[in-house]
C-alpha cells in the first residue's frame, strides 16, 4: 500500500549504542518530518527537510542527525543512544506545504 | 512561539451522544489545521484539513471548524460511536517559514461508552 514506512517498529537500545531509523514514502512527496512523541509533551519536531539534499533542524534536534540523499528515504540517526531518547518516533510526509500530513506506524524506541 | 491547546484532556461520553472537541492557537497566522486521529499504540491517521481561507470541513459524521481571528477551531462528532474512542489531535501550520512544519496539541482522549 502507497504511504509512508518506518523500520524498525519496536528496538531497544543500551546506553551509548547507535542505531538509525528508516522513513520511506513511495508519494513522490517533497517534504519530510521527524517527530517524537512522549507522555505529557505531546509531539515535538526533531528534524526536517524541503526536499533532496536538504535538512533542517526542529525543536528538538540534540543527540539526532538526519540526512535525505535520496527523495524517497529520510533517515534519522542515534550516534549515542541516551535513556532521554526513550520515546515513539513518528515520520511525517507531505507533497506541498499546503497538504496534509501522512504519517507512518511509528518506532518505539527504549534506550535502557 | 505557537502554542496549541487542547481542552478537556480527555472526555467521556455515552454512545449516541453529539460532541465538540476544541482546540485552541496563539497565533493566528496560521496556513492550514488538520485533525488527526491515534489509537493506542498506533500511528496518526488524518481526518480533516483545513487551509486558512476556509471556514469548515466535512467528512462523514465529522465537521471541523476554523476561527482564524479567535485562534480556535472545533472538531463535531455527531452520533458518536464506541469505534469513535480514540486520542484526537490538532495541529497548526504556520504561514511563514519555508516547511510550514506542523505545531501540534496534546490531545483529547474520547472514550464512547457503549
Known amino acids: 500500500n502507497a504511504g509512508v514506512t518506518q523500520t524498525p517498529k519496536f528496538r531497544v537500545l543500551k546506553t551509548g549504542q547507535s542505531m538509525t531509523l528508516l522513513c520511506a514514502q513511495d508519494m513522490n512527496h517533497e517534504y519530510m518530518y521527524w517527530y517524537r512523541q512522549d507522555p505529557g509533551m505531546g509531539l515535538r519536531l526533531i528534524h526536517y527537510?524541503?526536499?533532496?539534499?536538504?535538512?533542517a533542524k526542529g525543536e528538538v534536534p540534540d543527540g539526532y542527525n538526519v540526512s535525505r540523499l535520496k527523495k524517497q528515504n529520510f533517515l534519522l540517526g542515534l550516534e549515542s543512544a541516551a535513556p532521554s531518547q526513550t520515546s515513539v518516533y513518528f515520520c511525517?510526509?507531505?507533497?506541498?506545504?499546503?497538504?496534509?500530513?501522512?504519517f507512518g506506524s511509528g518506532t518505539r524506541l527504549t534506550v535502557v | 512561539k505557537q502554542e496549541v491547546t487542547q481542552i478537556p484532556a480527555a472526555l467521556s461520553v455515552p454512545e449516541g451522544e453529539n460532541l465538540v472537541l476544541n482546540c485552541s492557537f496563539t497565533d493566528s497566522a496560521i496556513y492550514n489545521l488538520q485533525w488527526f486521529r491515534q489509537d493506542p499504540g498506533k500511528g496518526l491517521t488524518s481526518l480533516l484539513l483545513?487551509?486558512?481561507?476556509?471556514r469548515e470541513q466535512t467528512s462523514g459524521r465529522l465537521n471541523a471548524s476554523l476561527d482564524k481571528s479567535s485562534g480556535r477551531s472545533t472538531l463535531y462528532i455527531a452520533a458518536s460511536q464506541p469505534g469513535d474512542s480514540a486520542t484526537y489531535l490538532c495541529?497548526?501550520?504556520?504561514?511563514?517559514?519555508?516547511?510550514?512544519?506542523?505545531?501540534f496539541g496534546s490531545g483529547t482522549q474520547l472514550t464512547v461508552l457503549p
Open positions: 495541529a497548526v501550520g504556520p504561514r511563514s517559514g519555508s516547511a510550514r512544519q506542523l505545531t
Open positions: 527537510s524541503v526536499g533532496e539534499g536538504t535538512t
Open positions: 483545513i487551509q486558512s481561507s476556509q
Open positions: 511525517a510526509s507531505r507533497g506541498t506545504a499546503a497538504d496534509g500530513y501522512t
